[in-house]
Every structure is written in C-alpha cells, then in structure tokens.
C-alpha cells in the first residue's frame, strides 16, 4: 500500500487560548472524494487551515505523500496541493481567465506555457466559466466568483506530477443547484482520475452524493468517521448537529436528509 | 472608460505590449518637448541633433550656448523628472500590492512626508544633534535619513492597518492622516528651529520642486530608482498571487514574508531616494498605476512596466508645464501633481466604495 496522499495524526489546533481540533487523526487516499462535517464552529475549517499549511499546529502530524508537511518546500507543495479558501478577497479588476491562470504559478518553473494554457481551459471548463472568460473578475456575482476561485484551484492541481491534493473550503456555499453540480462533479471526476480531495461542507445532501467518506467533527473532536450513507442511515445527524432531522432514501437508492419542520 | 461592453475587456488590455510602447513613444516626445521649451526656446531638431552629438554620432551644435543650456540645465532636468517619476510610480505599484489596495500611495499614507523628515532632519540638525549620523552615514546621508524615514512610516501605518492578515482601507487612509501629521509637525518644528540659509532648502521639501536637479543629485537617484525597477521583472508574478491574499499567495507557493519584506525596502528605497532628490511630490504613485491598471488590467507582468513608463511621462509632463507655465516663476511641481491627482483619489475612493459593498 502506498503512502497515504493525506494523512493527520493526533492534530491539535489552540488559538488565543482555545481548542479548536483537539486530536484528529483520518487518512485520505488517492481517489477519494472526503467532505469534512459537522455544525459551525466544530473545526472544519480550523483543520483544513492546519492541512494547508497556513495554521501551525500546536501537537500532532501531518504528512502529504509520506513527508511531513513542514518539510515540504512551499513551491514543490503548492505544485501538488491546491487550497480553495472560504472567503477570497480579490479587490484588482482582473480577467476570470487571469484570476484562473494564477493557479498556475507554482508549475511556471517548469516553462510550459501551452501545458498552462490547456489547465487553465480545463478548469474554466469544468467550471462552465468559458463564456465568463474574458469578463472582468469585479462584474461577478458572489457565486460567479466562487466558481472562479474552484477554477483556479484545480487548474493549480493540474500539475505534472500527480496525484495533487484538493482542499475546499465551503466550496458550494455561494452556488445554484447547478453550480454545486459542476463544482462536486469537477472535483469527483479529479478523485475519479486519481487525485484526492477534501472538502469542507455543510450540505450533507450533497455530501451524500458526491463523497465516498463523511468526516465528522463536533467540538473538535472526530465523532463518526465512514461511507455517507451508512452513518446518515444509522440515525447519528441529530446528534451531531443538535436538532431533529427527516432522512428518506430517493427512488435511484441515495440519502436525503431534511430539517424537521419544526423543534 | 466603460464603452466596452459591461463587464467585457477589450483594447489594449488584449494588446499590453502596444500600450507600453505608445506610452514609450510619449515619453520620448515630452522629453523632446521637455528639453526644449523654456527662457530658450530649442526647436525640437536642435534637440535632437544635440542629443546625437551627445551620444558622439555627430558634430556639436553651431550654437554654444545652446549645447550648455541643454547640457548643464535641462538634460539632468528631464532625465530628473522621468526617473523620479518612474521611482514614485514604481514605489506606488508596490505599496498598492503590500497594502492590497490600489488606493495607496506613497505620499497619501505619509510614506513621502516621513522621508522628508528625515530629510530635514538631517539638514537642520546634521550640524548639530545628528552630526555623529550624518558623519557615519557619509556623503548620502540625506537620501538615507530620507530612506529610513519612509520605512519607519511604512512599517507604522502597516501595523496600525493590519487585522487578521487584511489591511483595512479605512484605518489605512486614517493612519496615514495621522502619520502625515506628525511628520508635517516634526517638519514644522525643524523649520522654526532652521537657519535663514537653512530655510530656502527646506520649503522644496514640502512642495517638492526639480528646481535643484543637476547632475550630482541624478547619480544618487539613479541607482536606487534602478535597483527598484531591476527588481520588477522578478516580483511580477509573486505581486500578483499577493492581490488574492496572504495566506492564498502562500498556498500558491510564494514565500509571503519574504516577499513582503522586499517590497517594505524597495518601496522605502524608492520613495525614499526621489523624496531626497526632489521633496514630496503626491499623487504620482497613485495616477500611474492607476491608468496602466486601466489600460492592460492588474497583471503585474505588464502593468508594472507601463506603470514605470506613464509616471516618468506625468512627471515630466508636469515639471515642464509647472516651468513653462507662469515664466518666469516656477510652479510648485506638488501642487500640480496634486491637483490632477486629488480629485482622481476622490472619485477612486467612490468607486472602490461601491465596489466593497457589492463584494
């Protein structure tokens, strides 16, 4: 078995004197598609922040490919492992083509601009942004603008060497039905191709269809941890997240999980 | 501005490299214009010629007087004018990146003001106080009490701005006024304290004026205003990756801090040096990058180039006018610089509001 594209262990993120993770440990292998859950403030966000690289952390490990994260060069990361934030503030009137082609700046190195070219249409593509090309990035919706920003991030793990890592955070908060299609879909087919992705979400439903495991968090601590319809069907949500909920199975077998209408 | 179709780029933003090059071209015919308008009046084929015969490809001008004229006034003049612009509209690109604002300029947020502090600082106290720094810092004393000037304000309206890895705008502007203040305070005190002979040097400073450029003052802003500008090709893509954020330009693989601390010291280097040669002229940091930014977009790639390009030629463009205007006086080149720039700022400002909100 090859080493894990992704693997935490025991990770504690303190900030200003809080606990936010308190010692997560998961893996996330070449393939897989891992949404992280849980309700706001459980450290969803906190963890993917230590992943990335931005947040040290205060105990525990993590390794990309088998190296420890701290030993990576920033470049040679940023060549292997993409980061689609939460929120981005971009307040430079570029080009969504421009903003897109900045995910290419860890491969300039290598000198291809047509292997940059053919990404950065790759991503506008899977992100159905070609008609938005050329448009000015500050004319954009707030959810035009999130599918920018998953452009970008997966033309920046369209790298030589493969696999990269995906790392999402809330990347459909902003999107329509469709968008969140495309979104997971794009982020799929790259787990289908034999990257990894892990995504931050809030929408189970779409958890559901999209991820092959549910991560989940509470307090900061790992809770339940499996394949999404199993542990959706095995009744723990409301527990989770601290409310009634409605689950029903849809006619092609997939879960669906429903606030209740009242508590 | 906005005839394309909403939202739709077109012109030369598809076209950089034209852009660039007709903003060459116009440097070169204001240079042209530059050299020969004045108390002489030099038609522009005797500049022409003469800058031939400078360059030895041809024989001297039959006319002596006008060889000294452009020699010793005018030639350090222009080449002034167009360097300092371009170190002013360089240091604003820059500052614009670091701050992730396109509002800032070195002038605006009292970067210049606290150059010339230290500017003044030195010529006031250089002979009394401060001798052992003048003495230790040598012969380019004033451009590196200027420089350090400028990294000092630089650094305090940073660390007043910063909030969770975001400068903000407003706090930005407000600790600017603040610093601009106290600089201006220290400036006015240094000029009560000043000598007669003292105070004719200094009210150049606040104004700013190219009136002193000669060839001596050209060499010390040459090679900090290169330095910088050497720089650019380098700092293009990693200014970029910084517009979306810190901790984005970090998983992009830029070294952010070190990046950062680049552009603290170029900046400073840059504002700096053009502050010691020719005072605090506003607004030039700002108007350029503004109008290359409006021309070709944000890529640094090839805004950066026709930004260095459009503040040599506005500041050339303003010095001949500000001489040429009211012969035989001289206009203060900070007056005019800022009253092209200052309603520019405060239309920019309105906008950008707008902008905020929708974000």
């Known amino acids: 078995m090859p080493d894990p594209l992704l693997a935490v262990s025991g990770l504690v993120v303190r900030r200003g004197g809080a606990t936010l993770v308190d010692g997560v440990s998961f893996g996330l292998h070449a393939g897989e598609v891992v949404a992280l859950v849980g309700p706001n403030g459980a450290g969803k966000s906190s963890c993917l922040r230590a992943i990335s690289g931005e947040w040290t952390p205060s105990a525990g490990e993590i390794r990309i490919l088998g190296q420890q994260l701290s030993r990576w060069p920033r470049r040679a990361l940023a060549a292997r492992m993409a980061v689609m934030p939460q929120a981005a503030h ?24 047509a292997a940059d070219r053919a990404a950065v249409d790759r991503a506008l593509a899977a992100m159905r942004l070609e008609a938005l090309r050329a448009r000015r990035y500050l004319t954009l919706s707030g959810g035009e603008r999130q599918r920018v920003h998953l452009a970008r991030a997966l033309a920046q793990a369209d790298g030589p060497e493969r696999p990269s890592l995906i790392l999402l955070d809330e990347p459909t908060s902003a999107l329509d039905l469709a968008s969140q299609q495309a979104a997971l879909g794009a982020a799929r087919r790259r787990a289908d191709a034999g990257d990894g992705v892990l995504a931050v979400l809030h929408d189970l439903n779409l958890a559901a269809v999209f991820a092959d495991r549910l991560i989940v968090l509470r307090a900061g601590r790992l809770v339940a941890e499996g394949p999404p319809g199993r542990l959706i069907a095995a009744g723990a949500v409301a527990q989770w997240y601290g409310c009634q909920v409605e689950t029903a199975t849809t006619a092609s077998g997939r879960i669906a999980t429903l606030p209740a209408a009242a508590s | 501005m906005r005839a394309e179709a909403p939202g739709t780029a077109g012109g030369l933003r598809r076209r950089p490299r034209l ?52 020699t010793q006034v005018r030639a350090p003049r222009v080449l002034m004018g167009a360097l300092a612009g371009a ?43 401060l001798a052992g720094l003048v003495a230790a810092l040598g012969p380019e004393s004033l451009a590196a009490a200027a420089f350090l000037g400028s990294l000092g304000t630089t650094l305090v309206v940073y660390t007043l701005a910063r909030r969770d890895g975001m400068v903000d705008v407003t706090t930005m502007l407000l600790a600017g006024i603040a610093v601009n203040a106290i600089a201006g305070a220290g400036i006015g005190l240094l000029t009560f304290l000043a000598t007669d002979t003292q105070l004719r040097s200094l009210t150049f400073w606040t104004l700013g004026s190219l009136s002193a450029a000669g060839w001596p003052a050209l060499v010390s802003v040459v090679l900090p205003v290169a330095a910088v500008l050497a720089a650019i090709p380098l700092l293009s893509r990693p200014l970029n990756a910084l517009l979306l954020g810190d901790a984005e330009a970090l998983h992009l693989g830029v070294p952010v801090e070190t990046v950062k601390r680049l552009l603290l010291v170029l900046t400073s280097v840059a504002a700096g040096a053009v502050v010691a040669a020719i005072g605090v002229v506003g607004f030039v940091g700002l108007i350029a990058p503004h109008f290359a930014r409006l021309l070709v977009g944000p890529d640094h790639r ?20 500000a001489r040429t205007l009211v012969v035989p006086a001289e206009l203060p080149l900070g007056v005019l610089t800022a009253l092209a720039g200052g309603p520019l700022f405060l239309w920019l400002l309105r906008r950008s509001r707008g902008v905020a909100f929708r974000a």
């Open chain 1, 90 to 113: 971009l307040g430079f009137d570029f080009l969504v083509e421009e903003v897109v082609a900045l995910g290419r700046l860890p491969h300039h190195r290598r000198g291809a601009p």
């Open chain 2, 302 to 321: 090839v805004m950066l180039p026709l930004a260095v390009v459009l503040g040599a030629l506005l500041l050339l463009v303003a010095d001949t006018a």
């Open chain 2, 87 to 129: 170190g002013l509209a360089a240091a604003g690109v820059l500052m614009q990146a670091f701050f992730r604002n396109p509002l800032a300029d070195p002038a605006l947020i009292g970067v210049s003001t606290g150059g010339a502090l230290g500017a003044v600082a030195v010529i006031v106290l250089g002979a009394g106080p």
């Open chain 2, 19 to 70: 852009a660039i090059l007709s903003a060459a071209a116009a440097l070169f015919g204001a240079a042209v214009v530059g050299m020969g308008a004045g108390a002489v009046q030099i038609p522009a084929t005797d500049v022409l010629s003469w800058a031939l015969f400078r360059l030895g490809l041809a024989i001297p001008p039959a006319d002596p007087m006008v060889d000294a004229v452009l």
